[in-house]
């Protein structure tokens, strides 16, 4: 009976590998692969960081041959810098996210880091050195210190307070009757968008990566919520290569660089100042978003 077991303990063991290894990615990725896996080269070594540089370099991709999604994207992001990404849905933000992670091999061009090809180095460092705070976390059904704490296998109970801290999440928690130990999840607490989103947040500040990628939430959170989580997440990437998907404008406005994607290039590039005098597709989106803000007030102002 033993051996019969002993494969399905495997199987197991796989299952919740590859589970850890894609809630994490769930909402923000939304896979539907229909390539082929990437995989390490032989004898491949682990990424060696020394500063967390990242560089698009002439990269081309598409997940179907005949439709290029990325023609020829050059992207320099220096250490500890935060670039945000914008540009129209579709335009290819969550792609650039999702080939620097290599959940896709480039098609022509390369990825660096720090100088190294991220096809030339094991996928499990990589994935290390790279935190993710999707626009819609993933949460277990658990307890909300489990939920924390599986941002770094071993992480103790203070590890978890001090992240969750950081996060400005820890008053929550410990208002809640059991306070770490509470559960949430169907049958326990239900968490706001805002609080969902700082628990990833926490999470993140566990596994301390000095690579970050932020899919920004698009309308899940109040203006209000946003301007503190927006607090928040200024701490977390101090000191980190960031790379910002932005969907809304005023939350990009701080960002070192702005880049403007458009027909899988990089058409502008710049500071908020400096992409609003140049009077370009960015000076355009962030009018057309402006009115459309005015709006909104009016309309909330009307009720
Ligand atoms: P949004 O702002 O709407 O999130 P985006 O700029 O992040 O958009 P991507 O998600 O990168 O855009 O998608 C770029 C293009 O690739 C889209 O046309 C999309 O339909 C297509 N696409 C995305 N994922 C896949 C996939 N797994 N298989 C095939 N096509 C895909």
Do not use: C
């Not at 899919?215 to 989580?229: F, G, H, K, Q």
């Not at 701490?235 to 980190?240: N, Q």
């Not at 710049?270 to 960015?282: C, F, P």
Request: net charge negative.
């Amino acid at each position: 009976l033993a051996q019969l077991f002993r494969p399905l303990d495997l199987l197991g063991m796989v299952y919740r590998t590859i589970r850890q290894g894609a809630i994490d990615m769930a909402s923000m990725f939304d896979l539907i692969d229909t390539r082929a896996e990437v995989v390490d080269t032989p004898g491949a070594p682990p990424l060696a960081i020394t500063r967390g540089a990242v560089r698009f370099e002439g990269v081309r991709f598409g997940y179907d041959p005949d439709r290029a999604i990325l023609k020829g994207l050059d992207l320099d992001i220096p250490a500890g810098s935060t670039v945000a990404v914008v540009g129209a849905s579709g335009a290819g933000k969550s792609t650039l996210a999702r080939l620097l992670y290599r959940f896709y091999d480039v098609d022509a061009g390369r990825i660096t880091i720090d100088g190294q090809d991220i096809r030339a180095v094991t996928q499990g460092s990589l994935r290390a050195a790279i935190g993710i705070v999707p626009q819609d976390t993933v949460l277990f059904n658990d307890t909300i210190g489990y939920n924390i704490a599986y941002g770094r296998e071993g992480a103790g109970d203070t590890d978890v307070r001090r992240a969750a801290e950081s996060a400005a999440i820890a008053g929550f928690i410990e208002r809640q009757p059991e306070g770490y130990a509470t559960r949430v999840g169907e049958r326990g607490l239900k968490l706001s968008g805002g609080e969902k989103q700082r628990v990833a947040i926490a999470r993140t500040l566990l596994k301390n990566p000095p690579v970050l990628i932020l899919d920004e939430a698009t309308s899940a959170l109040d203006s209000r919520t946003e301007a503190d989580i927006l607090d928040t997440l200024e701490a977390v990437e101090r000191g980190r290569t960031t790379i910002v998907i932005a969907h809304r404008l005023s939350t990009v406005v701080g960002a070192d660089r702005i880049v403007v994607l458009d027909d899988g290039r990089v058409a502008e590039s710049g500071t908020h100042a400096e992409l609003l005098r140049r009077g370009g597709l960015y000076a355009a989106m962030w009018n057309r978003q402006a009115a459309e803000r005015a709006r909104g007030d009016e309309a909330v102002a009307a009720e």
